[in-house]
């Protein structure tokens, strides 16, 4: 907990100010979030990718469809933004995946500014 001092005017004697510290809220900073990103490359299939994004970050297959297309084109994409925890497990969850099917799949996560 954080004492502030404030100085408070007393109006019945100007030379008598009087200093109080006054309770603040305790400081509780957020988490930092970071964003799981996907890479392209050129040879793991589109629908592949697709999978990998309905099965793990929930997304529907338009939308999965949609963010592939992205990082097929620009070469990159952020998935989704995650605390550091989730995005790690995401992340491993990715490459594992993409490991045991032999493509070469990139996925890492970056923290937010
Ligand atoms: N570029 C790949 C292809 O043409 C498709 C692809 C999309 C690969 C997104 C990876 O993260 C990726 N088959």
Same mark, same amino acid.
């Given at each position: 907990?954080t004492?502030?001092?404030?100085? +408070?005017?007393d109006k019945?004697?100007d030379?008598?100010d009087?200093s109080?510290?006054?309770?603040?809220?305790?400081?509780?900073?957020?988490?930092? +979030?970071?964003?799981?990103?996907?890479?392209n490359?050129d040879?793991t299939?589109?629908?592949?990718v697709?999978?990998? +994004?309905e099965?793990?970050?929930?997304l529907?297959?338009a939308?999965?469809f949609e963010?592939m297309l992205?990082?097929?084109?620009?070469?990159?994409?952020?998935?989704?933004?995650?605390?550091?925890?989730?995005?790690?497990?995401k992340v491993?969850?990715v490459?594992d995946?993409?490991?045991?099917h032999q493509?070469?799949l990139?996925?890492?996560m970056e923290?937010?500014?």
């Open positions: 907990m004492l502030v001092p404030v100085t +408070l005017s019945a004697d030379d008598a009087t109080v510290l006054l309770e603040t809220r305790p400081k509780t900073k957020r988490p930092p +979030l970071y964003k799981v990103l996907l890479l490359d040879y299939p589109m629908e592949f697709v999978h990998v +994004l099965r793990f970050f929930g529907t297959h939308q999965a963010i992205t990082v097929h084109k620009k070469g990159v994409a952020v998935v989704g933004v995650f605390s550091h925890e989730i995005a790690e497990t491993g969850q490459m995946f993409a490991r045991r493509h070469p990139q996925c890492t923290k937010e500014d």
